[in-house]
């Protein structure tokens, strides 16, 4: 019922990568949200065959009593709304006294404390608003070279090695989707709101930002630009107009408050030798407002001239 875009936090993160220095910690961030958003995935392929019987909603944010809180993933299916929350951590972690020691020996956060707060919220969310389902929470390793040593019994953990077995008893004990999960997963969906990627993001402005074209496919700047723009760095060909649409995207979602001028892709895009390049690819490819002095583009059916 709800599918999995990129999240916008990362999308930001992408985006400002190339055109400011990260430090240590943001780059390593940045890092464990692109391994996240991996994991994120391969879950999806790996429950493709539990669609036939559970609703999924998936990248939710809730907020119950004040507390913003995320799930990777809701699967809904005979009165139980199952939790996942999917790890895509790799190497060998081993737990001591309930504090988790990441392959290198340093301390990491403990994921079932996280896993236990959102149960928490989730449970008082569904009887606040009478969402005839009973919450279950599963902690999923998905990457295939995890192992956790020394953990205790009883966890509601699933390694990557159990993972198909827990499948089929997820199918097994699963009847088909009934109208009263559909309301439900209904109703969560409604409760759903919007996430505020722009506080976690590193600090920017536009004048600090570098500007230019950033190559599709590695992400360094391209050098120049002709119809095609070709990246001396790894080789990739992209024309010019989708270069400057993806380009004006990227633009769109860093600065939500600045309007898509020619003026200002053109500054943006920097590459670019002629203002008129960029002014054709906004005017044959989004929709134009105002008159032609201060005018500007949003998106939609181009205007037929
Ligand atoms: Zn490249």
């Avoid at 403990?110 to 928490?120: A, F, S």
């Amino acid at each position: 019922m709800k599918e999995r875009g990129i999240p916008q936090e990362l999308q930001l993160l992408r985006g400002l990568r190339p055109r400011m220095n990260f430090s240590e910690s943001e780059e390593s961030y940045y890092l464990y949200k692109e391994k996240g958003y991996e994991g994120e995935m391969n879950f999806d392929k790996w429950a493709v065959p539990l669609s036939k019987k559970m609703i999924f909603l998936n990248d939710i944010n809730l907020n119950q009593n004040n507390n913003n809180f995320q799930v990777d993933s809701f699967g809904i299916s005979s009165g139980t709304l199952h939790h996942f929350e999917v790890k895509n951590l790799e190497g060998d972690y081993s737990i001591e006294k309930g504090k988790w020691t990441s392959p290198s020996g340093n301390p990491v956060k403990n994921p079932l404390l996280q896993v236990d707060k959102t149960e928490t919220h989730l449970n008082q969310l569904v009887k606040n608003y009478n969402i005839p389902l009973s919450v279950k929470s599963h902690l999923i390793f998905i990457n295939p070279e995890f192992h956790l040593y020394d953990v205790p019994s009883n966890l509601p953990i699933i390694y990557p090695a159990q993972m198909n077995r827990f499948r089929n008893n997820l199918l097994q004990n699963s009847s088909k989707i009934r109208n009263a999960d559909i309301r439900a997963a209904e109703k969560l969906l409604s409760l759903s709101i919007g996430g505020s990627p722009y506080n976690s993001v590193p600090k920017y402005s536009y004048e600090e930002l570098r500007k230019g074209i950033v190559c599709s496919g590695c992400g360094e700047f391209y050098t120049e630009a002709k119809r095609i723009l070709h990246c001396e760095f790894c080789g990739v060909r992209e024309s010019c107009s989708d270069a400057v649409l993806r380009s004006v995207e990227e633009f769109g979602l860093l600065f939500p408050d600045f309007k898509v001028t020619t003026k200002n892709i053109f500054d943006w895009c920097k590459v670019i030798k002629d203002e008129r390049t960029v002014q054709r690819v906004l005017r044959s490819n989004l929709q134009m407002i105002g008159n032609k002095r201060s005018s500007y583009y949003i998106k939609g059916t181009r205007e037929k001239e």
